[in-house]
Every structure is written in C-alpha cells, then in structure tokens.
C-alpha cells in the first residue's frame, strides 16, 4: 500500500491553472497501495520489507526480515515491486519479464509470471493473494493467481492505474477518469458506487477500502469503515502527495514538509513516533507502516503490528541499504526536476524523477555568523546563485555599476530638489495642508486583557500616540519591490457644499447603504462622475466624534495608497468642523449581500448571481483584492470586517472589497499583537479573535469562509432554521457537517440549480476550500495565496463549459 503522486504545481494565473489541468488528466498517475508498483514493498505475513537498491551497477533487490537481509535473485535491474500477504512481485528494468517470490521459505522461492518483451507491461499491482497489471499504452488489465469467481473487467475498459486490496482491484478508466472496480470481493461493488461520477486523479486501495485525490487534488476515501478507516483529514487542495493503505488504516505524506498523517485502525497509528522524519513514501502492510525517508533514503517501520513486538508507539531503522525513492528512467524530468545526486543513484544510468505535484525545494539554513556580522539575505528558491565572474569581467562590471550608481544618485538629487520645491509651494512644510496616517480604527468590543478604568480623557490622549507609532511602523516595515506608499496618489479634497449638491443635500432617495462610520449615499459630482459618499454620523458626544475620526481616518489612510482592480477605489474626502465625508467610486450593482439575500433579489430567478460559475468568479476577485492587503500592500493590512455587504459589484459585475474603517496594519511577525480591542460583525468575526484577542491575518480568512458558504448555500451568516421562524443557525453549523459527509448537494443554494458535470467538481472545492477556511483555530486556516490557487483552478474547470464568462470583466446588462 504506498502512494500515487498526483500532478503537477499550480500557478496562479488563470491561463496557467487551466493548461495545468488538461496536463493532469494527460498523466498517467502511478498507485502505491497494499497491491501497487514502487520501488519498496512489505510482503504482509512475515513482515518482510524489501527495496530496490540504490547506489548500485545493478539496481537488484535487497529484503529485510526478522532482523536478516536477504539479497534477492536474479540479481539484476528491478524498475518497481509490490508486496501481497505471503510473497512480493518485481517488473525486471523494461518490464517484460515479471519475477515473483514467495517469502514463507528461507531461500525466497522464485517464480516467473510473465515473459513477453514485445508486451511490456506497467502498473503492477498486488492484492493479498492476486497479481494485477495493464499493457503498456493500452491500459488493458492482465491478472495471475486468482480464483474461480473472480470476475475481470471488461475487455474494452483501459485504465490508466490500478490498485488491489483484499480479493479485489479497482482502477482509473483512462477516457473519463471514472473508477472501476473488479474481483471476487463484494467490496468492490460498494467502492465503485461510493465513488460514482466523480473523477479521480489517483486511487490507492485498502483491505476493504480505496482512497485518492479527485480532480480538484482533495483528498476522499471510499468502501468499509468498520475501523474509523474512512475517517481520514480534511486536506486542501493537493495537500498530500503520498498515501498508503492497510486492511483498516490509512497514512498520507504531506507534501509541503514531507511529514506523515494517519487515520482509521482506531486510533492505533499514533504518528508522534515521526515527528521530525520528512519521507520520499510510505508503503503499508495490513497493521503497519514503513517509509523511505528524506534524509538518507533509509526505511523506517512503525505500528501496532510491526514484528519487534513494541507495539505502535516506537519505530525501527531498518538495516536495509539506501533505497532508491523512484525508478530509473531516461527522461530530464522537466516537470519537477531530477532528484538530488539522481545519476549517482542510478549508477549512472538514468534520473529519478521527483513526483509531482511538486515539493518546494528545502534550503538548508546558511552557518551561524558572528553576532557583529549582520545575516546574508536567504538564497533564492527559483534561481542558483551567479556563476563567479573572470576579474575582466568583474572590473567592467564593477564600472558599469558605478555608473548606474552616478545615474541613479543624479535622478535622486533631482528628485530631492523637486521634493523640498513642492515642499514650500504648497505649504506642506508649514502646515496649512493635513497629512493623514494610518490610526487604530473605530472598534466594538473590549479586551478581555485590556486594564481597568480610563475614561475619555485616556482615549483623547492615546489617541495622537496611536497615530504616531502606527505611521513610525510604516517607515520601519518598508519592504523591497513594488510599494503602494512610495507614491501616494493624494486624495482629492472636496467642500461640504460640492457633496450637498451631489446629493441633492443627502436625501433619502439618494441613501444606498451604510459603512462602519455612517451612511452611504448615490451622488453625482459638479462634473459628471458617478461616486458614492459616506458622511459620518453627526453627533456632540465625544466618544461617538473619535470613533468617526478614527473610522473616517483609518480609511482615508489606507484607501490613498491602496490601487487594486478589487478594491474600491477612493475619489477623495471633505473635513469641514464635525463632517467627515469620504467620497468613493460608484459600484453600480451593489453589495454581494443583497444579490444573495435582499427579496427583491432572491425572487429573480434569472439574476445574473444565479449561475454558480458567476458566483465562482465573485469569489475569486474578493479573494484577489483581500490576497493584495495581506500579501502586496505595504506595509500589509488586516481588514477586519470580511462580509458579502462589503464586496461590491460594479458595472461590469467585477467583485471589490470595501469599506477600510475597521482595518489594521499587520503585526510584525515577530511581535503577538493584541488590538485594544476585537472588532468586526457577528457572524464573520473570527472566533479565535473574538476569544482570545490575537488578530492575524487568518481572522480574514475565516470571514471570507462565511462568504464562500453564503454564496454555496444562498443563507445569511445567521439565519433563522426553518419557514416559520426558527432558532437562529449559523450558515457553518448548517453546511459544514454535510461538506463533510459528502452531501453538499444537501445545502446547496436552490436557485442556481443543481451544478452541471464540470461545475460540480468546481463547487466541490470551493467546498472545501471554505471549510478550511472557518476552521476555529487560525493556523489550519489556509492562507489568501492558497485560496486564490483553490479559486482560480474552479473557475478554470468552469471555463470548459465554453460560455462568456471569464475571469476578467465581462459585458452584463444589470436589470
């Protein structure tokens, strides 16, 4: 039972995802499980690990059982092996002959199977006592060793891997990536509906049960689940890139670290005995595990059936020698590169591919320096360093660089006199004009950690202190690259009676809605342009005053150096006595929450929100503009108050985040950093924020996970449970459970309609996307980089239905 590496990484573009996908369903994924192909393997009955040696002028066959090697014979080049209950199989190097030993006898007894080097064969793959395997490019199955009932598929079926478990097999049809199953196991025919219409990119099986990664790379395991076996992690996408199998549990490799999870055997496979361990793979006998790890491709074992009798919570280095962690084969590898020292392990003759998706490269950290000495910045992760020059070369270069320098120092003089020109021109210097920081937005709740006392006198004080350290932090983060704050466009400033004319003195009919400091009103300015404008509430009391400032503050602050084509663009502001009034762009079709929620809404069936690739692409470009504040804004911001009714739709039905009166700069990420206090909206406020006063970026997170499942199921955040007005629910109780027990069909919003073929494998993981997202603790979140990935790979499964919509602006004519 070993592993069945999915495909290849992902980009972020959409053009990219997209040509990534057709290049997934071209692979023919390789299946590691109690019954496939790799180079290590466990002959069940006696605990008998065996492995294809590396570092060797024949890659032959070495086996470790109790306690003794065993040179296996032929000794000559293996390319993969697979282990059953009582022997192990081998495809000789061209796969025309395959070898079989039985190892209940002292001296392994051989015997050859198949011998046809006009045939080769490939995915082998052995159950407990059967032997499996499909003609090379055919995909037709072949199979030895088994009984008079056993039933073989159909002879035009072709299948691009296999996997066998206890007295069945089951396989990935190669033309629609559907799973078939066949064998004289009654297993088989519940796994093979279990599994029904959805595509797999890989399966792996089981004793009675089969797991792999759909088409979307998540993680579902399918057949028996009498021992927990079925009760296996709820991975994002392409999270694990390894998985092996036994007669009741399952183990996975993660694969950005190469660590291993378990689940099933009821709770037997502790995996705190690896802690520590990155592994190439994992095989599986019925009651334990082995892996070949990272480090120096040596085996360890571990489980409760493990044959030093020290049960599951220790493990044992085998003394096996170094193991090779994948065939030899003639290729570059051009998709995730060659292993390292990959020659030296096939002797020279071949490469080992890494298996994809690819794992990041691991850098090993530089030598400590002495602590006068300041750190050297951490290598690439894409690019080798720079070949040392000839010193011809260095001295040109050396001069081409002093001159860039001159150039670059005379642009920067200039730069300067102009600064300090403009400086006196416009009064900057004396005064007369305001600059606005960045200050501690308007916020809701008190700290739990927060002392005692302080009336208004303390807030009107900590007030100009605030302002002071958050604009010190902004000069102490400055980051390398493109940056928002070098540049800033200024704000236009507008006059109290421009904005009264512009909304014909902020009448009723002109109110479109409300943000976190006052009501937001439809103007038209002096000169044509279409914006709408927030006016702070008025009022005398002073702690109402210094929340408007605050709010009215933080998003002038933020919003003047913020450009995103998801974002809400600022126009400008007017400060005249009490009145704060921020003018912003106009989104001429409204708030997310009302195309979802509002009744004038919800009763047009043919609302343009009513098609799940458009809700889809809304998502994806909230995602976009909320990834740009955490990860491109500089200094990053946490926005703090995530929700549909603060994702705007413009002309075009392009999705914008708004409204900035609550957010915060990021914590450094060497400080914990605790707000005065929590704030955001019930419902999409994170709860781990709530409880215990920590803010990361992972509170946005969990609020654009409501998001997801607002637009999944069409119900508010809280919403009342039933026709006649039942107790209030919040939409995660509601659909969390049924993502989770593969009825997501359940929740689904009825108005869009069931999903077509193409769209149900986006929705599903746009599911699981946003059931990662309102996890309660903030670091099993995935981060806004992660989910744009997720996003962009189900609207680029959408995009095969061949209609208008795309990932950029599209051309709708709103009602």
Known sequence: MKTSPPSSSVDVSLAAVAVTLAVLFSLTPSSHALGSATTLAIADASATVCGIVANNSTRHIECYRQGQIVLVIPNVN?????????????????????????????????????????????????????????????????????????????????????????????????????VRCWGDSTIKSQIESDFGNMSMLSIVAGGSHVCGLNSTGILVCRGSNNSGQLDYPQGVAFEYSGLAL?????????????????????????????????????????????????????????????????????RIELTLPRILPGPCVQSSCSECG????????????????????????LIVPPPSLPPSSPSPPPPSLSSPPPPLLPSSSRSKSLTRGL??????GSVGAFAGICTIIYCFWSGICFGKKKVHNSVQPRISRGSSGSSGGGGSNNSTSSLSSIVKRQSSMIMRRQRSGTSSTKHPDRAEEFTLAELVAATNNFSFENKIGAGSFGVVYKGKLADGRGVAIKRGETGSKMKKFQEKESAFESELAFLSRLHHKHLVGLVGFCEEKDERLLVYEYMKNGALYDHLHDKNNVEKSSSVLNSWKMRIKIALDASRG????????????????????????????????????????????????????????????????????????????????????????????????????????SVVDFAVPAILAGELEKVLDQRVGPPEVNEAEAVELVAYTALHCVNLEGKDRPTMADIVVNLERALAICDSSHDSISSGTISVVSE
């Open 403 to 408: 001159l860039a320098f001159a150039i670059i």
């Open 246 to 314: 036994g007669a009741e549990h399952g183990c996975a490799i993660r694969r950005l670290n190469g660590s291993v999870v378990c689940w099933g055997g009821n709770g037997q496979y502790s995996v705190n005995v690896t802690k520590g361990y990155s592994f190439e793979l994992i095989v599986s006998g019925s009651n334990f595990t082995c892996g070949l790890t990272t480090n120096n491709l040596s085996v360890v074992c571990w489980g409760p059936g493990w044959s030093n009798g020290s049960g599951f919570s220790s």
């Open 338 to 361: 060659p292993y390292l020292d990959s020659q030296s392990l096939c002797s020279g003759s071949g490469n080992i591919c890494k298996p994809m998706p690819c794992r990041p490269q």
């Open 78 to 178: 293996f390319s993969s092996i697979s282990g059953g209950r009582d022997y192990f199989c081998g495809f000789s190097s061209g796969n025309s002959h395959l070898f079989c030993w039985n190892v209940t006898t002292s001296s392994f007894e051989r015997k050859r199977l198949y011998n046809d080097s006009s045939v080769p064969l490939e995915n082998l793959a052995l159950g407990d006592t059967h032997v499996c395997a499909t003609v090379v490019g055919v995909g037709r199955v072949t199979c030895w060793r088994t009984s008079a009932t056993f039933q073989m598929p159909s002879g035009s079926d072709q299948f691009a891997s296999i996997s066998s478990g206890y007295g069945f097999s089951c396989g990935i049809l190669k033309n629609s990536s559907l």
């Open 626 to 729: 909320i990834e740009y504040l955490h990860n491109y804004a500089v200094p990053s911001i946490i926005h703090r108050d995530i929700k549909s009714s603060n994702i705007l739709l413009d002309a075009t039905w392009t999705a914008r985040v708004s409204d900035f009166g609550l957010s915060l700069m990021s914590p450094e990420p060497d400080r914990d950093y605790r707000p005065m206090k929590a704030a955001g909206t019930v419902g999409y406020i994170d709860p781990e924020y709530y409880g215990l006063n920590v803010l990361t970026a992972k509170s946005d997170v969990y609020g654009l996970g409501i998001v997801l499942l607002e637009l999944l199921t069409g119900k508010r955040a809280i919403f009342r449970n039933g026709e006649d007005g039942g107790s209030p629910l």
